[in-house]
């Protein structure tokens, strides 16, 4: 039996219509040996539109209710995507997180997965039945629901291809892949049609959207393989695996991969103090970079948590140093670029009319900061240069 | 015939006393159905001596006669070790970079590999014979002879395992293996028995001096097991491979591997101008770590390469903006860290009293900058919290 995990995001599963082109495209593709487990996200701005319900009740809800709220998302979904498979012909059944034995810790609204008991979808495997199961949440050994906060539906389909020892992990999405750089940026960005797990992780926390850091660390840990690919087409995706060189790639050769890229981040300075420690230990949304000086900090987040921020720095009575937006990020990714001063040089050299603020780097990437409106024609040119047009 | 490639660095094979011990190791332990290949380095010391003789001739020698010095080295270690193996009553013979057919560049100093013919190795092993090879050297398209650089050794015996297609590549060091920190540092620090590439790579490129990362870049990218093993006893040591966590491991816990360090840098600002370029393109040390800010860059360097730098700042006419030394770094390594800001609050207060200049990251580090005299407590603290003893 070859267990197979897709996961369909929120746009793949955003109408009825493409609910119902999802199961005719399983009855298509389906092999009679194949056992599917299908983790479906909730229809596109469902949870959006929960949120709003709940923030026109609350201005801070409650975690705990938040979460019995939001895991009303994946219960449409999976339900509706239940249905159109059974009127293709299909046996199938959806189980919610918790039925699907998906332990957390209870951490509402951001919990980690502890472990998975999935016998139950082991049985309707076993019985013949397609398994439907919601991402994105889980239940806490307290048997309270919990959800897995950003990446969840991602890190949900790992974790379950992980603990089913499924032969692959297939991400459906919006997009062909994994692009050498946003292709809504390059036009000529070009499909990679294979990554290693270290660079995808350096592309993901750098501003890739294709998968989340947390599923990418996830996969990368189980070594289990991702493929990416896209719910409107059958055309092959972008393998997230091992990846190893052929003999005849030219052997200390140092190249960029590719390009990752993060617009629209605010400036959030702090100071250095023992209120600091704290903030930071309740800080729930994610941080693109953090610098320490000596005597601040510098926190880049994203825009759309600005209002959190604020929040949370009310509660631990924390003034902001100061508050600056539109900085963007520029990220090249390859291995061992560092070890070459060259390709610094060279960076700077063609980013000069871009107003780089700064470059930091770890051993794959340089890291450009630069004003957010700066980051497309930034990129475009350093595409350009690197990477260029298919041979 | 399963080949099996073997290391050994300066140390190892630091007097004929040494040598003597390496084949007498080998007498002991070869099998009969083994090929063995055996890279070697110059005695310890060796190099420093004859780039002395050189510097006391040229204060600027050029730098292809000093390759052709340099490359003595090696061929003085292989020879011996060749006739200690000789003594043992087995048949060796060995080959400089060149006779190995290893092919690079022809940056003289800092060659990279661009192939690896090694079909008179083969057909020594068919033979039954035991090749040693000198690590460090190759030969360019030109013929001319070439070193490569820092990290060679370990370099030319990866290269060696990836185009022999050997099981495995065994470094021969003064040490154990790889531990979650400096054993000469942190008493308690334990022996890794096993890591991932791509955590090795960032604890070589922060500080770890048990592998070059250029060797670990190497070996990840061809998927080369690499095992590091103390040349003076027979325990197992580190395996530097694809690692796979156990599902028995908790699912998305995050936890520091290993703490690396690196003291007496020298942190050198200058002014990001047009000369910058050509200077970075020409810069062949390694630099520790670089930052590019608004106005200026800069660079930590190790204190050995101070001469270096200021001779090339001369060469290029550029006026440092400061000399600044006494700078140390830790760096702890995990996967995911930074994706929980947890860390990064209780990394800050543990580190209070080590007066923290700066912190960075990358996804799987934290990046502390310190007084070089404030590295060894705080690692030894970071240790003791995050680490701690065998459980």
Redesign the interface.
Known sequence: MAIIVKKFGGTSVGSTALIQNIARRIAQEKRPEDSLVLVVSAMAKTTDELMQLAYSISEHPSRRELDMLLTAGERISMSLLSLALQKEGFGSISFTGSQSGIITDNQHGNA?????NAFRINQELSGGKIVIVAGFQGVSQAKEITTLGRGGSD?SAV?LA??LQAGCCEIFTDVDGVFTADPRVVPEARLLPQIG??QM??LA?NGSKVMH??AV??A????IPVEVKNSRSFAPGTLIH?E??S?EE????RKITAIAHKENLIRLELA?DAK??????D?NNE?F??????NS?ELMIEEKYRGEAEYLLRQHDIEALSWEDGFGYVTLVG??I??D??W???T??LCAPFG??????????IELMLPSEQVRPCVLKLHQAFIGEEK
Chains 1, 2 share one sequence.
Not at 250 to 253: A, K, L, R, V
Request: overall charge positive; proline content about 3%.
């Open positions: 980690r997965i502890l472990n998975v890190t974790a992980c603990y797990y270290e992780l350096a926390y850091p947390r660390e996830f990368s840990k189980y070594q091992t190893k060189a003999k030219m052997m200390e050769e250095r600091l420690t704290q903030l930071l230990q800080w941080i970079k953090y610098t320490v000086s000596e900090i291995l061992g560092n070890l001063p060259g610094l040089a060279r700077l050299e780089i603020r700064r470059v930091q780097h770890s051993d794959m990437t």
